[in-house]
T-cell receptor
Framework: KAGVTQTPRYLIKTRGQQVTLSCSPI?????VSWYQQTPGQGLQFLFE???????NKGNFPGRFSGRQFSNSRSEMNVSTLELGDSALYLC???????????FGPGTRLTVT | DAKTTQPPSMDCAEGRAANLPCNHS???????VYWYRQIHSQGPQYIIH???NNETNEMASLIITEDRKSSTLILPHATLRDTAVYYC?????????????FGQGTTLQVKP
């Protein structure tokens, strides 16, 4: 079956703008998690959505938000972009009973 | 979630077994040990997980000490394609499966 897909793959934005990233999980998976990866901070958990509800949340400011739709697709939004938001944003999905998370290829966001 | 300690880097000769250690001395009884790896610029990939018993799958073996305070991931016959950053993560699974707290991991370099 198809893996986790993320769109767009690359994005360039200007400071102060906002951005929306999209993630389509593996068919049948109801949990979608988002991570930010930077050279300085490594991989950091942003939040997880399960059945359209935020189930877990990391330690990020309110500028970072997300949502999940009834078909389990998820979006994350970053408002008022800062230079430090430049990162690889990864999405992962998992099934209700599974332990493993399946990661997408990521969206590379550059803020100038 | 319990913290983990891993060596920052290791080398392994191609064809030999790679043994990657992880210390998780504060692990609690309901927490699992998960291993993921990330090959450069790709999303992390699930390798294996375990609770108490040793586990083996087509990719690797996981050896957990009897007191569960440490574990070792074994890649039986390392290839150049196994060069990656390997992450050991402790999590309670279930509703926390979607929330992985990544450390710095071990960079494994497989050499010809």
């Amino acid at each position: 079956k198809a893996g986790v897909t993320q769109t767009p793959r690359y994005l360039i934005k200007t400071r102060g703008q906002q951005v929306t990233l999209s993630c389509s999980p593996i068919s049948g998976h109801r949990s979608v998690s988002w991570y930010q990866q930077t050279p300085g901070q490594g991989l950091q958990f942003l939040f997880e959505y399960f059945s359209e509800t935020q189930r877990n949340k990391g330690n990020f400011p309110g500028r970072f938000s997300g949502r999940q739709f009834s078909n389990s697709r998820s979006e994350m939004n970053v408002s008022t972009l800062e230079l430090g938001d430049s990162a690889l944003y990864l999405c992962a999905s998992s099934s209700f009973t599974g332990h493993e998370q399946y990661f997408g290829p990521g969206t590379r966001l550059t803020v100038t | 979630d319990a913290k983990t300690t891993q060596p920052p880097s290791m080398d392994c000769a191609e064809g030999r077994a790679a043994n990657l250690p992880c210390n998780h001395s504060t692990i609690s009884g309901n927490e699992y040990v998960y291993w993921y790896r990330q090959i450069h610029s790709q999303g992390p990939q699930y390798i294996i997980h375990g609770l108490k018993n040793n586990e083996t799958n087509e990719m690797a073996s996981l050896i957990i000490t009897e007191d569960r305070k440490s574990s070792t991931l074994i890649l039986p016959h390392a290839t150049l394609r196994d060069t990656a950053v390997y992450y050991c993560i402790v999590s309670s699974g279930s509703s926390n499966t979607g929330k992985l707290i990544f450390g710095q991991g071990t960079t494994l370099q497989v050499k010809p």
